[in-house]
């Protein structure tokens, strides 16, 4: 099934071309990051990573509206964009508050009885808390757009559609995983055929210099022109990924929704005879 709706966000992404909106604000902003990163540092590079993400999620959510509305034009999509955006924030933010206090409680237990947190169960906590908390949460802003729900209630309405289809939401999220994986891969193909001249020298590397080498001496054989090759790639990966995620979250969500309707059931009258026949009148 998971299929189908991912053949129909590719039909949506054909059929209304300001889909790719989003696409392209997030690999700009992508791009951007990465040249701030490498040119000026974590510190500005953090507090624009939290400006993109808040730009980003506009346009994604103004995409949203497009996918209910079945279509529409630009002043649509920035008024959809307007219109649900604190709903599609809200629930996003209490996810991320919930998991980080969940976090700090057991950190703060484990202090007072006098135990060091270990690393290992702090990877315990981040694979065993975030992802089953992303996964059963998914769809909470798409809940919001499309039915109109408040931000609790979209929350619930996101855990009780993956409750209820459980093994379709896992193969959702790896045909998700699947499409991402390919992309990357493509891309870095891409990106290792441009640079190939100065990545050259590491097919000389002995295995013991491999195991040493590290991203700083990476990015000095690359140089500058490899970290501007690095930031079209990131544009070209959020270019194509956002838009074909979005639009397929969109689709499989209102498929389950659909199928989660409220069917009509027709009560006949009739009876059963002695041997278990039913006649109806």
């Keep these: 099934m998971t299929m189908t709706e991912l053949r129909e966000a590719f039909r949506l992404l054909r059929r209304i071309p300001l889909l790719w909106i989003p696409g392209i604000v997030g690999g700009l902003l992508a791009g951007a990051l990465w040249l701030v990163l490498m040119f000026s540092g974590i510190f500005f590079a953090g507090r624009l990573l939290i400006i993109s993400a808040l730009a980003l999620l506009f346009f994604i959510t103004g995409s949203l509206t497009l996918i209910k509305n079945d279509g ?30 969940v976090f700090v409680l057991v950190v703060l237990t484990l202090t007072l009885i006098g135990t060091t947190p270990d690393p290992a169960l702090i990877v315990f906590l981040t694979f065993g808390v975030t992802i089953p908390s992303i996964l059963f949460t998914f769809f909470a802003g798409t809940a919001a757009v499309f039915e109109d729900r408040k931000v609790f209630d979209s929350i619930q309405r996101s855990i009780e559609l993956v409750t209820d289809n459980f093994i379709r939401a896992v193969i959702f999220f790896l045909t998700c995983a699947f499409v991402s994986c390919a992309v990357i891969f493509t891309l870095m193909v891409i990106w290792e055929a441009l640079l190939y001249s100065r990545l050259e020298p590491l097919t000389r590397y002995t295995e013991a210099q491999l195991q040493a080498f590290t991203p700083d001496q990476l990015l000095a054989l690359i140089g500058t022109d490899g970290i501007w090759v690095t930031a079209v790639i990131l544009v070209i990966a959020g270019l194509v990924l956002v838009p074909v995620i979005v639009s397929y979250q969109a689709c499989f969500f209102r498929k389950l929704a659909a199928e989660g309707g409220t069917v009509e059931i027709r009560q006949e009258s009739g009876e059963y005879d002695s041997k278990g026949r039913w006649y109806k009148y």
């Design 72 to 101: 529409g034009d630009i002043r649509s999509m920035l008024a959809g964009g307007r219109q649900y955006y604190f709903r599609v924030l809200l629930p996003l933010l209490v996810v991320t508050f919930m998991i980080v206090l």
